[in-house]
């Protein structure tokens, strides 16, 4: 145990040095297995080099880049900006309107978009404008985008929940069923943030014009093609059609022939989003490889083990675990970026999670809950780490495509919406069935 | 603290603690420790390497022993298949030590398990067929979406007319749930392992089964260099036959409960004797084709087989 | 090939639900293409510094440090990847010696992973050739790499 400590203070000491997070897991991976194994290099590095073809070539992670190529696509046939048209023909009159039409256009971007990330940066481009535009204060209307994005990695399809399946052995359909309501939630909770920000401070986001109904028509029916998208995809998964690759491959082929009738990608156009997929795919390969070879050496440290082994012994009953668990996010959150913090952890809280008993209602079927219950709150937990500062990725993302705002004015306008993502995790830690309802109807 | 003196065993395994190898490796640890009073014991790491890559860990020296599934490495093994052909009227005890006799007889000077020492050979019973919605006979199954593994298994599927969809275990269950496969091929405990009774209420048994799964308990080489001259003979002496039989056992207990499971819980049919017939006619085929790629190695195919067969009766009997 | 392995993908499905044929052994045609196209795109990716990377401690490094510090972190990667390059090399040969093929289409396994093993070395030499650039260049305009990652 002691050993395994020493690497995860190794892991973060190198990352802080800003060696790349995939280097610095597989490199302490390496030479802690090494350690362990007297230091046996064939046994240390043959394995590894293993872990790189084994990686490369599983099939649940050729989803990736469908769906990252499909979030592409999407965002360059301009769905976005419908999206947030539609979404302000109703609420746009309100005061805090323009706002709270960014949280839910954000929602509906997050249903056919992998990423917080892409989420964040897309959104920002249209939604940013528009908010100046009617005197809104910079600080709500970039939280808004910020905390919005965040909802890209919850509400389905989501690359962190591919990617969490794959390490847990869970089924990723059922985990993308499962972050549905939690993302209903988020969006409602959001909303009554801004409600909240406006009551306090009615300056920050001044009432818009107010739409009328033929306009507003006319905004909807823009939208089907991704309300269609969205069902083809998710409905295909959850009536069973069709495997989640062949949904990924059916969104991605969608969103291009929806850019395509468009006329909104070029040859060039296409070309662009292809390299930026394999870029993005690699990027994310080369961190879960360097995360498996760490989970090797902290199997073969026995942390999994010596952990369950502290849970059972002292006895401290679920709640107080997950709250401990809840605890190491946060701090782990505030210096992170999303799947980092992930792969580290999971390997060893997941083995500690399927262990607690939760859902032992459902007799055989209850690690299974529990490990998609568990995947919905890293989620969300990791969200938040995305708005925690230092280093919350989406406040950088949007600052990077705003550019005249401070990152510290972005930070002060989030504080409401990251305690409502506080509420949202009590929530989903109180009422789990949040997570687990629609994959349980699923069963039957 | 373990004693400085002491040896760990370090088995590796790719299924969950749940699986039948609950039974196998703790039981094989007693007999080592049994045999070496103590001074060599073992224990089990879970996802130490993907299952492909399970022969290369222990070849590498990172595990000391684990168990790999010969179908999930095609191109290095065939002489293994031979056990695998449908029409053996044996259970997983009865097959297991028979092939354990075959390799050490034939099949071992085919060199395909080089870079391990192999401690024993074993299988999993017969191979049967599970489906959503009820089917009429054989002729039926024609252009049936079913879920296979590999090995003869996929040779099966193919020469009765099915379309293979290739998913691995954990995705049985909602390849099925969700319709992608009408139905699935694989033994009959995983109606428990893997709650298929759910999503497939139609059991269709076919006597001898469609195919059954080879596997191997393997050893590292440099595991047993590590040990004393005593202890390694010792270790050595919980091999063989008797590990290739409590295994079998193992995996036939399973089979007992899986079946009882389904018996309770599912509609079972069993094919017709025309049906029968017309399958042992279709297993004839893959029977010379395997027997012929089995040749290729250097092995007397036929005499193996024939040792098979006759191994399994007398077992039964 | 991305497209391809999305050509693939739709052709299967409507392939199975429409003439219910669907094409034999499109999964491991796809595991082959998306090894083969992420091993191509690292090199890329590590040349442009595009891996996650934590900066939130970048403003505690004067530029002279963080010269000394990129140089070195440059090198260690280099160095790592060209060790497992060799590595997978390793594994490579043990593809071939064996003759691993695929389940369904019987394809050698081995051309792979020579791929990848020459894909990794040349990543090697990219960052390895990173190091010798951020050792040379003139300090002001070097204004260490960032980059985001896009999850
Ligand atoms: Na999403
Ligand atoms: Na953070």
Same mark, same amino acid.
Not at chain 2, 273 to 284: L, N
Not at chain 3, 94 to 123: C, E, N, Q
């Given at each position: 145990?002691?050993?395994?400590?020493?690497?995860?203070?190794?892991?973060?000491?190198?990352?802080?040095?800003?060696?790349?997070?995939?280097?610095?897991?597989?490199?302490?991976?390496?030479?802690?297995?090494?350690?362990?194994?007297?230091?046996?290099?064939?046994?240390?590095?043959?394995?590894?080099?293993?872990?790189?073809?084994?990686?490369?070539?599983?099939?649940?992670?050729?989803?990736?880049?469908?769906?990252? +190529?499909?979030?592409?696509?999407?965002?360059?046939?301009?769905?976005?900006?419908?999206?947030?048209?539609?979404?302000?023909?109703?609420?746009?009159?309100?005061?805090?309107?323009?706002?709270?039409?960014?949280?839910?256009? %954000?929602?509906?971007?997050?249903?056919?978009?992998?990423?917080?990330?892409?989420?964040?940066?897309?959104?920002?481009?249209?939604?940013?404008?528009?908010?100046?535009?009617?005197?809104?204060?910079?600080?709500?209307?970039?939280?808004?985008?910020?905390?919005?994005?965040?909802?890209?990695?919850?509400?389905?399809?989501?690359?962190?929940?591919?990617?969490?399946?794959?390490?847990?052995?869970?089924?990723?359909?059922?985990?993308?069923?499962?972050?549905?309501?939690?993302?209903?939630?988020?969006?409602?909770?959001?909303?009554?943030?801004?409600?909240?920000?406006?009551?306090?401070?009615?300056?920050?986001?001044?009432?818009?014009?107010?739409?009328?109904?033929?306009?507003?028509?006319?905004?909807?029916?823009?939208?089907?093609?991704?309300?269609?998208?969205?069902?083809?995809?998710?409905?295909? $998964?959850?009536?069973?059609?069709?495997?989640?690759?062949?949904? @990924?491959?059916?969104?991605?082929?969608?969103?291009?022939?929806?850019?395509?009738?468009?006329?909104?990608?070029?040859?060039? @156009?296409?070309?662009?989003?292809?390299?930026?997929?394999?870029?993005?795919?690699?990027?994310?390969?080369?961190?879960?490889?360097?995360?498996?070879?760490?989970?090797?050496?902290?199997?073969?440290?026995?942390?999994?083990?010596?952990?369950?082994?502290?849970?059972?012994?002292? &006895? !401290?009953?679920?709640?107080?675990?997950?709250?401990?668990?809840?605890?190491?996010?946060?701090?782990?959150? %505030?210096?992170?970026?999303?799947?980092?913090?992930?792969?580290?952890?999971?390997?060893?809280?997941?083995?500690?999670?399927?262990?607690?008993?939760?859902?032992?209602?459902?007799?055989?079927?209850?690690?299974?809950?529990?490990?998609?219950?568990?995947?919905?709150?890293?989620?969300?937990?990791?969200?938040?780490?995305?708005?925690?500062?230092?280093?919350?990725?989406?406040?950088?993302?949007?600052?990077?495509?705003?550019?005249?705002?401070?990152?510290? *004015?972005?930070?002060?306008?989030?504080?409401?919406?990251?305690?409502? &993502?506080?509420?949202?995790?009590?929530?989903?830690?109180?009422?789990?069935?949040?997570?687990?309802?629609?994959?349980?109807?699923?069963?039957? | 603290?373990?004693?400085?003196?002491?040896?760990?065993?370090?088995?590796?395994?790719?299924?969950?603690?749940?699986?039948?190898? *609950?039974?196998?490796?703790?039981?094989?640890?007693?007999?080592?420790?049994?045999?070496?009073?103590?001074? !060599?014991?073992?224990?089990?790491?879970?996802?130490?390497?993907?299952?492909?890559?399970?022969?290369?860990?222990?070849?590498?020296?990172?595990?000391?022993?684990?168990?790999?599934?010969?179908?999930?490495?095609?191109?290095?093994?065939?002489?293994?298949?031979?056990?695998?052909?449908?029409?053996?009227?044996?259970?997983?005890?009865?097959?297991?030590?028979?092939?354990?006799?075959?390799?050490?007889?034939?099949?071992?000077?085919?060199?395909?398990?080089?870079? !391990?020492?192999?401690?024993?050979?074993?299988?999993?019973?017969?191979?049967?067929?599970?489906?959503?919605?009820?089917?009429?006979?054989?002729?039926?199954?024609?252009?049936?979406?079913?879920? $296979?593994?590999?090995?003869?298994?996929?040779?099966?599927?193919?020469?009765?007319?099915?379309?293979?969809?290739?998913?691995?275990?954990?995705?049985?269950?909602?390849?099925?749930?969700?319709?992608?496969?009408?139905?699935?091929?694989?033994?009959?405990?995983?109606?428990?392992?893997?709650?298929?009774?759910?999503?497939?209420?139609?059991?269709?048994?076919?006597?001898?089964?469609?195919?059954?799964?080879?596997?191997?308990?393997?050893?590292?080489?440099?595991?047993?260099?590590?040990?004393?001259?005593?202890?390694?003979?010792?270790?050595?002496?919980?091999?063989?036959?008797?590990?290739?039989?409590?295994?079998?056992?193992?995996?036939?207990?399973?089979?007992?409960?899986?079946?009882?499971?389904?018996?309770?819980?599912?509609?079972?049919?069993?094919?017709?004797?025309?049906?029968?017939?017309?399958?042992?006619?279709?297993?004839?085929?893959?029977?010379?084709?395997?027997?012929?790629?089995?040749?290729?190695?250097?092995?007397?195919?036929?005499?193996?087989?024939?040792?098979?067969?006759?191994?399994?009766?007398?077992?039964?009997? | 090939?991305?497209?391809?392995?999305?050509? +693939?993908?739709?052709?299967?499905?409507?392939?199975?639900?429409?003439?219910?044929?669907?094409?034999?052994?499109?999964?491991?045609?796809?595991?082959?293409?998306?090894?083969?196209?992420?091993?191509?795109?690292?090199?890329?990716?590590?040349?442009?510094?595009?891996?996650?990377? !934590? &900066? +939130?401690?970048?403003?505690?490094?004067?530029?002279?440090?963080?010269?000394?510090?990129?140089? +070195?972190?440059?090198?260690?990667?280099?160095?790592?990847?060209?060790?497992?390059?060799?590595?997978?090399?390793?594994?490579?040969?043990?593809?071939?010696?064996?003759?691993?093929?695929? &389940?369904?289409?019987?394809?050698?396994?081995?051309?792979?992973?020579?791929?990848?093993?020459?894909?990794?070395?040349?990543?090697? %030499?990219?960052?390895?050739?990173?190091?010798?650039? %951020?050792?040379?260049?003139?300090?002001?305009?070097?204004?260490?790499?960032?980059?985001?990652?896009?999850?």
């Amino acid at each position: 145990m002691a050993i395994s400590l020493l690497g995860f203070a190794a892991v973060i000491s190198l990352a802080f040095l800003r060696v790349p997070i995939a280097f610095a897991m597989g490199l302490v991976g390496v030479i802690g297995f090494a350690w362990l194994n007297d230091w046996n290099w064939t046994a240390t590095l043959s394995p590894a080099a293993g872990t790189v073809l084994d990686s490369l070539q599983t099939e649940m992670l050729s989803v990736i880049p469908l769906f990252v +190529l499909m979030g592409l696509l999407v965002s360059r046939a301009g769905l976005a900006g419908e999206l947030y048209q539609a979404s302000n023909a109703f609420l746009g009159h309100r005061r805090g309107g323009l706002a709270m039409a960014t949280i839910i256009a %954000c929602g509906g971007f997050s249903a056919i978009s992998g990423s917080s990330l892409a989420t964040a940066a897309t959104m920002s481009k249209v939604a940013m404008p528009e908010m100046r535009k009617y005197g809104y204060d910079d600080q709500l209307a970039t939280a808004s985008i910020a905390a919005g994005g965040t909802l890209g990695i919850l509400i389905p399809p989501s690359v962190i929940l591919i990617i969490y399946g794959v390490m847990t052995e869970q089924s990723i359909d059922k985990l993308f069923l499962a972050g549905i309501l939690p993302g209903l939630v988020g969006i409602a909770l959001y909303l009554a943030a801004v409600r909240f920000i406006v009551w306090r401070r009615p300056d920050f986001g001044p009432a818009g014009m107010s739409t009328g109904w033929r306009e507003r028509s006319t905004a909807v029916r823009n939208v089907w093609p991704i309300v269609l998208l969205f069902i083809a995809v998710l409905g295909g $998964i959850y009536w069973g059609i069709y495997t989640t690759t062949e949904a @990924a491959g059916i969104g991605a082929a969608g969103a291009l022939l929806i850019a395509l009738v468009r006329r909104k990608l070029g040859r060039m @156009a296409l070309l662009q989003a292809l390299v930026e997929t394999l870029q993005t795919t690699a990027s994310l390969f080369a961190v879960l490889i360097g995360a498996v070879i760490f989970q090797r050496f902290v199997v073969r440290a026995g942390l999994p083990e010596a952990l369950l082994g502290i849970v059972t012994a002292f &006895d !401290v009953g679920p709640m107080a675990v997950i709250v401990l668990i809840l605890l190491v996010y946060f701090l782990l959150g %505030c210096v992170f970026e999303s799947l980092s913090m992930m792969l580290l952890t999971v390997p060893v809280f997941a083995p500690v999670i399927a262990g607690l008993g939760l859902f032992s209602e459902y007799g055989p079927m209850s690690e299974e809950l529990a490990l998609i219950w568990f995947g919905i709150f890293v989620v969300i937990a990791t969200e938040i780490s995305l708005i925690t500062p230092p280093v919350g990725l989406n406040v950088y993302v949007l600052k990077g495509v705003v550019g005249d705002v401070t990152t510290g *004015t972005i930070f002060k306008g989030i504080t409401p919406f990251w305690l409502v &993502d506080i509420v949202r995790l009590i929530l989903l830690i109180l009422v789990p069935y949040l997570a687990i309802a629609i994959p349980l109807t699923m069963q039957n | 603290p373990e004693a400085r003196s002491e040896e760990v065993m370090r088995i590796s395994s790719w299924l969950p603690p749940s699986h039948v190898n *609950t039974e196998i490796f703790p039981t094989w640890i007693e007999w080592i420790e049994e045999a070496t009073d103590g001074r !060599v014991t073992g224990k089990i790491e879970y996802d130490l390497a993907s299952p492909p890559d399970q022969i290369d860990i222990v070849t590498d020296g990172a595990a000391d022993a684990s168990w790999i599934f010969h179908g999930y490495n095609p191109g290095r093994f065939v002489t293994t298949k031979l056990i695998e052909l449908p029409g053996l009227l044996a259970d997983a005890e009865a097959s297991s030590v028979a092939h354990q006799r075959a390799y050490e007889t034939y099949l071992k000077d085919a060199g395909e398990h080089e870079g !391990v020492v192999v401690a024993a050979m074993m299988t999993h019973g017969p191979g049967q067929l599970y489906m959503r919605t009820a089917r009429d006979g054989l002729a039926a199954l024609d252009g049936a979406k079913i879920r $296979i593994g590999g090995g003869v298994s996929a040779d099966v599927a193919e020469a009765l007319g099915m379309v293979g969809v290739q998913v691995p275990a954990p995705q049985v269950y909602e390849t099925l749930s969700g319709g992608v496969a009408d139905g699935a091929m694989m033994p009959i405990d995983t109606n428990k392992a893997l709650r298929l009774y759910e999503v497939t209420p139609e059991t269709y048994i076919m006597p001898g089964g469609f195919y059954r799964g080879s596997f191997a308990l393997i050893l590292s080489e440099a595991f047993l260099a590590r040990l004393s001259d005593e202890d390694r003979e010792a270790v050595l002496s919980t091999t063989g036959e008797r590990l290739a039989a409590m295994a079998g056992a193992a995996w036939a207990r399973a089979d007992i409960a899986g079946l009882e499971l389904v018996e309770e819980v599912t509609s079972m049919h069993t094919f017709s004797d025309e049906d029968q017939q017309t399958f042992a006619g279709i297993s004839a085929g893959i029977r010379q084709e395997t027997i012929d790629a089995v040749a290729d190695r250097g092995v007397d195919a036929a005499a193996a087989l024939e040792m098979i067969e006759e191994t399994a009766r007398a077992y039964v009997q | 090939m991305l497209m391809m392995i999305l050509a +693939l993908t739709v052709v299967d499905v409507f392939g199975r639900y429409v003439l219910s044929a669907p094409v034999d052994g499109k999964t491991e045609l796809t595991r082959l293409m998306m090894a083969t196209m992420i091993a191509l795109a690292l090199p890329i990716v590590s040349a442009r510094s595009q891996h996650i990377t !934590v &900066d +939130l401690f970048d403003g505690l490094f004067s530029a002279h440090a963080a010269r000394v510090r990129d140089v +070195l972190v440059n090198l260690l990667c280099g160095v790592s990847a060209v060790i497992l390059a060799w590595w997978v090399m390793f594994r490579a040969e043990r593809l071939m010696k064996w003759g691993y093929v695929s &389940d369904f289409l019987h394809l050698p396994l081995h051309p792979v992973a020579y791929f990848v093993a020459l894909m990794l070395a040349i990543t090697g %030499c990219v960052l390895l050739g990173k190091a010798v650039f %951020c050792a040379l260049i003139p300090l002001s305009s070097k204004g260490g790499d960032r980059s985001l990652d896009r999850v």
